[in-house]
């Protein structure tokens, strides 16, 4: 990790998880649930989705106090979805980032409960925000709704369970990957965008960007999963194989997949290049997206 980008997360970890924090902290709900809500968000993790957010913003030169809010709630959307995916009706797994899963902790219901009241409140944070224009509030929330629902990420989950004990085509595998893993990072990405107002070109770019680094962060998971130990990645290895889900290393083999990580890269790169924005926060993001070890 080079300084540049180490000295930006060291800045603004502390500020999303602060954040996260009072958001949760202040609402009016009953104090297992808030409990069972911030067990989840405070369990770590790299942050990565509300710092793309930032970091849009840091490249486009866009300040505006709003956005440490939109960021968050993009990890009260992703911590959500985590929840649900770990119940036994799911994935059906005991350990995520190193703790008991929710519903080890908090039972199945509560755990259910919990991931249901982070995403509802998510909607309502950003349509409260007071220092971002009703247009492009209503843009946010209609993308996120997009990214969530049944068109992103929801139906990327549902494809995957399909896809379990199937031999899936290579187009048919991205297309899981898109869905379930890469709209809500790509969402990141672009709400930075709405929330700056970045010129059409520029938001044409990040978006290409977004879906290829998508990809790239998927395809590092799949490869972590059968590298990686439990130790390192903060939950069961290996599970992908045992669950029978296809992944880039059983379709492609191994040499393949890590081919293709570097091909998405490369087609992550071109789309930051044709706007200029090849030499900042996001392409030390994108290095460090497909070089990750956790």
């Known amino acids: 990790m080079t300084n540049l980008l180490n000295s930006f997360i060291q800045t603004n970890q502390p500020r999303i998880e602060k954040t996260l924090h009072d958001l949760i902290k202040d609402i009016n709900a009953p104090q297992q649930l808030k409990e069972a809500m911030l067990y ?22 866009v300040r505006n106090e709003d956005a440490i809010i ?21 994935d059906n797994d005991d350990l995520r980032r190193g703790k008991p ?8 219901a509560l755990a259910i409960l919990a991931g ?10 950003i349509a409260r925000l007071s220092n971002i224009s009703p247009e492009l509030k209503i843009a946010l929330i209609d993308q ?36 379930k893993t890469g709209a809500l990072l790509s969402y990141s990405i672009l709400a930075g965008a709405i ?6 070109e520029k938001k044409t770019a ?4 977004a879906f290829h680094i998508g990809l790239a962060f998927q395809i590092q998971d799949d490869i972590l999963d059968v590298e990686g130990t ?6 069961t290895a290996g599970k992908d194989l045992i669950s029978e889900k296809n992944t880039y290393p059983s379709i492609l083999t191994m040499e393949g997949a890590k081919t293709e990580l570097q091909n998405q890269y490369n087609q992550a790169f071109q789309a930051l290049e044709t706007v200029q924005m090849h030499k900042g926060l996001l392409v030390e993001f994108a290095d460090y997206i497909t070089k990750r070890s956790k």
């Open 70 to 90: 939109v960021a968050s709630t993009i990890e009260m959307i992703h911590t959500y979805s985590l929840i649900h995916d770990d119940l036994p009706a799911m």
């Open 206 to 209: 990040l978006e290409k960007y």
């Open 195 to 200: 929330i700056a107002n970045a010129s059409e």
């Open 40 to 61: 989840s968000l405070q369990a770590g993790g790299k942050r990565i989705r509300p710092l793309y957010t930032l970091a849009v913003l840091e490249e486009l030169d």
């Open 116 to 125: 249901d009241a982070l995403i509802t409140l998510a909607f309502g944070i």
């Open 230 to 235: 439990s130790e390192q990645l903060g939950k």
């Open 101 to 108: 899963t929710n519903h080890k902790v908090f039972g199945e």
């Open 144 to 179: 996120l709704s997009f990214s969530a629902g049944a068109e992103g990420m929801v139906g990327g989950q549902v494809l995957d369970m399909l896809g379990e004990g199937q031999t899936l085509t290579l187009a048919q595998l991205e297309q899981v990957h898109v869905n």
